[in-house]
């Protein structure tokens, strides 16, 4: 799944710099969206993120790719590798500036760990 984010003023800190808590945040969101669409119908927390290192700073106006793709199914779980991307819109050069791997466990209604669906089960599988 590609997906994309504008970082605007309200994404900095007070250095002018994309806040961390904001990738980490939309890493966090768009796991989660990569999950249920992967396998509708199923409740899905995350209880893992893998190192977190900021690669390289993202300034006012620039525009993140979001590259993510599932890595794994265990039993309860499913892990998806996030890669993070900044596009320069005058130059077209592309730079990594965070990667990580994402693991989210299937909950039942109770919140209990429950299987994830099969492949066959699964939309994108």
């Known amino acids: 799944m590609e997906t994309y984010r504008l970082v605007l003023p309200e994404h900095l800190n007070h250095f002018g710099y994309l806040f961390g808590g904001n990738l980490l945040q939309w890493v966090d969101e768009i796991s989660w969206i990569a999950a249920s669409l992967d396998y509708p119908g199923s409740n899905f927390v995350t209880v893992a993120m893998d190192r977190v290192e900021f690669h390289k700073s993202v300034r006012d106006g620039s525009i993140l790719r979001f590259d993510v793709r599932r890595t794994r199914v265990g039993n309860t779980s499913v892990q998806y ?31 209990n760990k429950t299987s994830v669906p099969r492949d066959e089960e699964a939309r994108n599988g």
Do not use: K, S
């Not at 320069?88 to 592309?94: A, C, L, S, V, Y």
């Open 81 to 111: 590798a996030v890669e993070v991307f900044c596009d320069d819109i005058h130059t077209g050069r592309e730079d990594t500036v965070f990667n990580t791997g994402v693991t989210m466990v299937c909950l039942d209604q109770e919140g």
